[in-house]
């Protein structure tokens, strides 16, 4: 089975500041990555798929990339709206595993 | 707009069963594969189950299998998955998310909550 890791497991940060977030692949998973963010009480929101693919209406601060098994989550610029926890997700094979997640909050 | 609802949670007893429901609006539903994903309280994701869009791939977790089914009704646009031998461990919310771009999940329903607890 292909686990996922995360770091930091949370990151305190200020508005402005530029974030980053990685995810690692037990294996290699080519560029089947996607990164979700989720706010308390709500269902995860697809941001990225494919790696480094933006999904339809998602600002443009936020970007990803990678490939193989070590992938990285940007945000050019944080936001107050962004203070939430990010999970990567491989789907290179079936068990569709996430991280363990990534709660970003305020410094 | 695509909608997903699910419906069917509740508490339980262990060793109980359950069977949980989405509600698909807003797109082809029957083009789609479809998953199954839940929260434990104050934990991350875990994926639980997939079908895809003609019911003819079905995966399951290893946590899962074996006690969980998961099916489908296109001409209804539902997904359901029936829970058996219900564990402490299966509480959860548990969020119902259409399967797109080579199965990451774009769409998610709001969630329902499972409490298995005597």
């Known amino acids: 089975d292909i686990q996922m890791t995360q770091s930091p497991s949370t990151l305190s940060a200020s508005v402005g500041d530029r974030v980053t977030i990685t995810c690692r692949a037990s294996q290699s998973i080519s560029t089947w990555l996607a990164w979700y963010q989720q706010k308390p009480g709500k269902a995860p929101k697809l941001l990225i798929y494919k790696a480094s693919s933006l999904e339809s209406g998602v600002p443009s601060r936020f970007s990803g990339s990678g490939s193989g098994t070590e992938f990285t989550l940007t945000i050019s610029s944080l936001q107050p709206d962004d203070f939430a926890t990010y999970y990567c997700?491989?789907?290179?094979?079936?068990?569709?595993?996430f991280g363990p997640g990534t709660k970003v909050d305020i410094k | 707009e695509v909608q997903l609802v699910e419906s069917g949670g509740g508490l339980v007893q262990p060793g109980g069963s359950l069977r949980l429901s989405c509600e698909a609006s807003?797109?082809?539903?029957?083009?789609?594969?479809m998953n199954w994903v839940r929260q434990a309280p104050g934990k991350g994701l875990e994926w639980v189950s997939h079908i895809s869009s003609s019911a003819s791939v079905i995966y399951y977790a290893d946590s899962v299998e074996g006690r969980f089914t998961i099916s489908r009704d296109n001409a209804k646009n539902s997904l359901y998955l029936l829970m058996n031998s219900l564990r402490a461990e299966d509480t959860a919310v548990y969020y119902c998310?259409?399967?797109?771009?080579?199965?990451?999940?774009?769409?998610w329903g709001q969630g329902t909550l499972v409490t298995v607890s005597s």
């Open positions: 807003g797109f082809s539903f029957s083009s789609y594969s």
């Open positions: 997700q491989q789907y290179n094979s079936y068990l569709f595993a």
């Open positions: 998310a259409r399967g797109e771009y080579s199965n990451c999940f774009d769409s």
